[in-house]
DNA sequence: AAGATGCACAACCGCATTGTG
DNA sequence: ACACAATGCGGTTGTGCATCT
């Protein structure tokens, strides 16, 4: 579809960027602002292709970027991002101030993805691993069967989603889950009133996505109030579902069935109950996980 | 001490999506 | 409605550094 080759001029540079390109790109950026990153390189003076350009520009220089490595509450903020919304690193970055979705990726590539084998969850589904999978942990330690229930939550409350028009009023044709819908009940104002609600209720079994927002390290996840999109369109792009319409939301959310209700609150409930000093306590022991080699 | 191996991270590639004329 | 350009995104690769043998 119209796809325009990168770096397809001769005389681009690839490869690793010098301090003197960086400094070019943030000079420029700062004077002009990014604009067009096609037409960067060559107003910049740098013999780098745009997308290059961007890609260093959101990777690495842009100012509000985290470096430094990830706590303990980013990690399992991800682990649950990734478990509602699979490997849509954007999305999950969108949750995480200061972290790039590249920095993520290659988190959960390079550690969490491990620490999970290590643990007999399977980090694709996110299900116990059944047969001798790479783990000396017993199946059904309590973060496995913590996991494995809030997957079958989750995949029942998709299944329903996505065969009733009740949750989404989606059309026929839209029988994909959304698990965008997860997000958006996290930060939705419903889901933190309800957060807060269980937090009242059980101080101790707060959800990491409010730990994380209560916490300076992690910044302002809660800072989002509702943005919860076009349900009634059954969209499933972060972007295009993004029309912050929360009383749409609440229609939607209030009109459906017990039983959809019931999924959702399950899947909720599951969410707020996340064990995270407990169960996901092999997150801190990064000793004994950390190495395949102790698997 | 030197080579082999593994790990972490930056960057690239190519497809998908969105915007525009 | 269509074609094309621009941008976004996820998967993959390359490279430098650290650790191991």
Known sequence: MGRTPCCERKGLKKGPWGPEEDEILINYINEHGHGSWRSHPKLAGLRRCGKS???????YL??????????????KLVIQLHAILGNR???IASQLPGRTDNE?????NTHLKKRLLCMGVDPLTHEPVTSGGPTSRPRSSPATRHMAQWESA??????????GSLFFNSPPTSVKPDPDFFLRLWNSEVGESIRKLNGEAKTDCRS???QASSSTKCGSVSGV???VGPIAAGSSTPKSSRTEDPIMFDAS???CSNESEDSSDTALQLLLDFPINNDMSFLEDVDTYATPLQC
């Open 53 to 59: 350009c961007r890609l260093r520009w959101t990777n």
């Open 62 to 75: 842009r100012p509000d970027i985290k470096r430094g490595p990830f706590t303990l509450d980013e990690e």
């Open 89 to 91: 690193w954007a999305a």
């Open 104 to 108: 993520i990726k290659n988190l959960w």
């Open 154 to 163: 989750r995949l029942e409350a998709e299944a329903r989603l996505s065969k």
């Open 208 to 210: 990491p996505i409010s």
């Open 225 to 227: 109030t509702v943005d």
């Open 253 to 255: 959310f209030s009109s």
